[in-house]
Nanobody
Framework: QVQLVESGGGLVEPGGSLKLSCVAS????????MGWYRQAPGKQRELLAR???????NYGDDAKGRFTLSRDNAKNTVYLQMNNLKSDDTAVYYC????????????WGQGTQVTISS
């Protein structure tokens, strides 16, 4: 199965942008649909964006209009472009790999910290 490593987190001022990357290794990237989630202190992990088997992308309410998921199969990488960031976006961001046509639990990366502050 794949292993996932996120990168690109950091400290950004409100209104700024950030692009997260998640590189998959050790498996067949095309066998997975990918997603991005986040977890803020004291809160549950929430969906930001997830690919669907039909090719569409499902965005969480907080991500709609501001975040964009994309993938580059040649690089085994999925990205999350985040624009117009707010202090409420401060959280640990995780990517997840869901095996296509399967109900097995997703594979998670270790997470990358995103902090929005002036």
């Amino acid at each position: 199965q794949v292993q996932l490593v996120e990168s690109g987190g950091g400290l950004v001022e409100p209104g700024g942008s950030l692009k997260l990357s998640c590189v998959a290794s050790g498996g067949s990237f095309s066998m997975y649909v990918m997603g991005w989630y986040r977890q803020a202190p004291g809160k549950q992990r929430e969906l930001l964006a997830r690919e669907l088997s039909g090719g569409k992308i499902n965005y969480g309410d907080d991500a709609k209009g501001r975040f964009t998921l994309s993938r580059d199969n040649a690089k085994n990488t999925v990205y999350l472009q985040m624009n117009n960031l707010k202090s409420d976006d401060t959280a640990v961001y995780y990517c997840a790999a869901f095996e296509r046509w399967s109900t097995v639990p997703p594979i998670w990366g270790q997470g990358t910290q995103v902090t929005i502050s002036s």
